[in-house]
């Protein structure tokens, strides 16, 4: 048994699937990098902000003054090609990742399942010989060059592709999704003017039908996706499933990052033809070529299998953390990122911030809009540890104009998943004297469920 | 792999099986939900739209004939009148405001008809060169009704006072081009709104039936959210002194110089929203509104409807803004126990129609692009 694996882990495998992932990779994040400014993104969330909402202990994070986050957003496409190219690609792809990282550890407003997906496999692909085959950079340095390796490296992507698949899949069993066809009940029906479906679009069984579907297509299409007889259909509801998924819902790029790197579950074979197919089309005659292995050092494979282990530990534990802290966790949100938890819930607020003046306990009511943007007020209302940010921005701010020990405290009412809305937090907690932190955040008033 | 596909059969099973079991359940108890979302939308603009900017206009175009005779004939009377019509043409911008997307947006209507308090320092001053630019940026709080009600109330003076400086004084002729350049802007404003939603902008509406951001339900939804917060900070909390520590802020009031129909103000903007809401027009023709799609998605709120309880809560805060006397800026500080109540009622309809009523649409309302997941 423990043979058998080992085995499967160290059996040379070729290296074309990687080539293509890398290119596939570079190519895709060239375009999102491309879109995200072009939408004027930059600006509506690195630039306009006036205050950014960080992340427990990367709160040092800070964007960069003005016009120079566009720079930033040019090295991220500079990089993005490179890595598709395969030029100077080990350095393309730490630097795609520090910078991809940097641009997300700014403002949790942002947080999206996706940019964390992207963040680790630009991390991964890092630690992969992926220029070793059909890049400029075996142009560049011939010695580069190797035809095969050994399989764990392609596992690595493979692996993180079933976690992503598995995790989002365990999430979505719950009652909510399962039992009440919630948030599909209410996403569903707002698309009834669609053709065709639209009418089916606003029957209960529907809403249904899609959730109980979206969850068993999680859970099993990471098995069916390792197995070579299944590939084939699997990876015909990949490409239904996500076009699906786009159609319904804004989530921009990432159905169509997923069905291109989910590729990387067909055969070598497969891939050796589509790089043949894409030399034919440059008028490149295919040449035959040796078989060369890439061995990696001793010393190498240590580190790799120890990264390997630690990788996929964190992975699999990281989502379970939300077990430690008390609560409904959609409420709460605390554990909840991280975790693969996509399209769960359907959650909006309001929150409304009075600064009050301690000694007169006199009260302002605090305009919002004056200090966030629209998507910030929007993230914040319905967040716990937002709210406890922007209290802390708030004091700062109304100590500045003159008010002597003010208090921070909030009123936001919360709806979940079609429940009534209530308040999430009320006026008796002094936000800003709480802090964000690893803790239960014992302040929240608990979900009312029924 | 023969206990991979046994799993993936054995889930899929159970799946199937209790989803026909719900499928039954779901069937028996909730019928197919069909609601016609174009017919909304025709309703909306035809019978509701498109009527409060014609109702808007032809008050306006009232109010400069009676402002025109007043300057023809300079009487106490005449001033009367053309205040009265003043007063009225106000009133029904109220049942415009709303609808700030489209043809409206490109107007800019709020900011350029009715920013307030207005800068009586900028209107003297314009006024005084008699060189000024209305569309320059700095003379949005020189321009639109609030001037306006400046001009023709003056601040504490009295009507005889008032009508000396339209006739007598060294700036009369002036401050009568003032006046006309601030009607004329709105009147040239509301015109091509109404032509560009006659023109086109009609079938626009009509036709994006979607709940994507932009779509017109989206839009409909924020500016009536919008127009709500208007209502709770501009024409009440920020006078009440809700930003400024309590200390009332009386001159913030909407058409402060008027004196008499700030309360009246808010109340015509809250019954146009409670129409938009219930998709009813001003002659009180009850068409599909967001009243009749949240029935018809059947949309719970604690043991009652959501539609309920927002059409109960428009009820309650009616009743608590009948109680608000004029002139509100004396209200603000002399009563404010009843002001503070009509604010608190305010504030729980906000709640209801800003999240839970776009959250059980499906709505995205928020203006900013962005990707969700």
């Given amino acids: 048994m423990i043979n058998n694996i080992k085995t499967y882990f160290t059996k040379s495998v070729h290296l074309a699937p990687l080539a293509i992932f890398r290119m596939a990779f570079g190519i895709l994040m060239l375009l999102s990098t491309l879109r995200f400014i072009a939408k004027g993104w930059v600006y509506t969330m690195y630039i306009k902000p006036k205050l950014f909402f960080p992340y427990y202990g990367f709160e040092w994070i800070k964007p960069l003054e003005g016009n120079l986050m566009y720079v930033v957003f040019g090295i991220l496409a500079i990089a993005a090609l490179c890595i598709a190219l395969g030029l100077f690609y080990r350095a393309s792809a730490i630097l795609f990742f520090l910078v991809f990282t940097y641009v997300e550890l700014i403002d949790k407003t942002n947080y999206l399942n996706h940019y964390y997906f992207i963040s680790i496999m630009s991390f991964l692909l890092i630690f992969l010989p992926a220029h070793r085959y059909f890049s400029l950079d075996v142009y560049r340095k011939k010695e580069l060059f190797a035809t095969n390796a050994p399989n764990y490296f392609i596992l690595l992507i493979k692996f993180q592709v079933f976690i992503v698949y598995f995790f989002a899949g365990l999430a979505k069993v719950n009652s909510d999704w399962l039992l009440h066809a919630q948030p599909l009940k209410i996403w569903l029906p707002a698309h009834s003017e669609m053709p065709i479906i639209g009418s089916l679009l606003t029957q209960q069984w529907v809403a249904f039908v899609f959730s109980w579907f979206g969850c068993i297509y999680d859970l099993v299409i990471p098995f069916l996706l390792f197995s070579p007889r299944f590939i084939k259909p699997a990876y015909v509801l990949v490409i239904i499933f996500h076009l699906a998924t786009s159609l319904f819902f804004n989530i921009g790029m990432f159905p169509y990052i997923m069905i291109t790197l989910t590729a990387i579950f067909f055969t070598e074979n497969f891939h050796i033809q589509l790089i043949n197919k894409i030399e034919s089309l440059f008028k490149r005659s295919k040449k035959t070529e040796p078989m060369i292995y890439y061995n990696p050092s001793p010393l190498t494979v240590k580190l790799f299998y120890s990264l390997f282990f630690i990788h996929f530990t964190l992975q699999i534990l990281i989502p379970f953390r939300y077990l430690f802290y008390d609560g409904n966790l959609y409420w709460t949100e605390q554990g909840y990122r991280f975790s693969w938890r996509v399209m769960l819930m359907e959650k909006a607020g309001t929150a409304f911030f009075y600064v009050r003046e301690k000694n007169t306990g006199k009260e302002i009511e605090v305009s919002n809009s004056d200090y966030l943007t629209p998507m910030q007020e929007k993230m914040m209302a319905t967040q716990p540890d937002m709210l406890v940010n922007y209290a802390h921005f708030l004091k700062d701010e109304f100590q500045k104009k003159g008010i002597v020990n003010p208090e921070v405290v909030s009123e936001s009412y919360v709806t979940l998943n079609g429940k009534a809305s209530c308040l999430m937090v009320d006026k008796k907690t002094d936000l800003s004297k709480e802090e964000d932190s690893f803790k239960t955040k014992k302040w929240i008033i608990p979900f009312n469920n029924n | ?373």
Avoid at chain 2, 90 to 99: E, H, P, V, W
Avoid at chain 2, 196 to 218: H, M, P, R, V
Avoid at chain 2, 256 to 266: E, G, M, Q
Avoid at chain 2, 312 to 325: D, T
């Fill in chain 2, 1 to 373: 792999m023969k206990k991979i596909t046994l799993i993936i059969i054995a889930l899929l099973f159970i799946g199937i099986l209790t989803d026909c079991k719900k499928k039954k359940k779901s069937e028996e108890e909730d019928p197919e939900i069909s609601f016609d979302k174009s017919g909304m939308l025709s309703n909306y603009s035809n019978n509701v739209i498109a009527p409060n900017f014609t109702v808007a206009k032809t008050a306006l175009d009232s109010f400069a004939l009676a402002y025109a005779d007043f300057i023809q004939t300079k009487t106490v009377a005449n001033l009367l009148v053309a205040r009265q019509k003043f007063n009225r043409a106000y009133n029904q911008y109220q049942l415009m405001s709303l609808f700030e997307f489209g043809p409206s947006e490109t107007e800019i209507v709020r900011a350029n008809f009715d920013t307030y308090p207005t800068d009586s320092v900028q209107i003297k001053s314009n006024i005084s060169t008699g060189t000024y630019n209305l569309s320059q940026v700095n003379n949005i709080p020189a321009k639109g009704f609030p001037a306006i009600d400046y001009l023709l109330y003056g601040h504490n003076i009295s009507d005889a006072s008032v009508l000396t400086l339209f006739d007598t004084d060294a700036n009369a002729a002036n401050r009568n081009g003032y006046v006309n350049s601030c009607l004329g802007e709105m009147q040239t404003k509301l015109n091509s709104i109404i032509s560009a939603w006659n023109a086109s902008y009609k079938n626009t509406f009509n036709a994006s039936t979607g709940s994507e951001i932009g779509s017109s339900l989206g839009l409909l939804i924020n500016q009536l959210n919008y127009e709500i917060d208007l209502i709770k900070n501009g024409k009440i909390g920020i006078p009440l002194g809700k930003k400024t520590l309590g200390v009332a802020l009386p001159e913030k009031c909407e058409a402060y110089y008027a004196k008499t129909i700030s309360v009246s103000l808010a109340k015509t903007c809250l019954s146009n929203i409670e129409n938009v809401y219930l998709g009813r027009s001003i002659n009180g023709a009850d068409g599909l509104g967001l009243d009749d799609y949240l029935e018809a998605l059947k949309v719970q709120h604690n043991s009652g409807t959501l539609n309920d309880a927002i059409k109960n809560q428009f009820s309650i805060v009616k009743v608590k803004l009948a109680l608000v006397n004029e002139p509100l800026s004396v209200s603000v500080t002399n009563d404010i126990a009843t002001v503070d109540a009509a604010y608190v009622e305010l504030v729980k309809l906000l709640v209801l129609l800003k999240t839970d009523m776009p959250s059980a649409l499906g709505i995205v309302i928020t203006y900013q692009d962005g990707d969700g997941d």
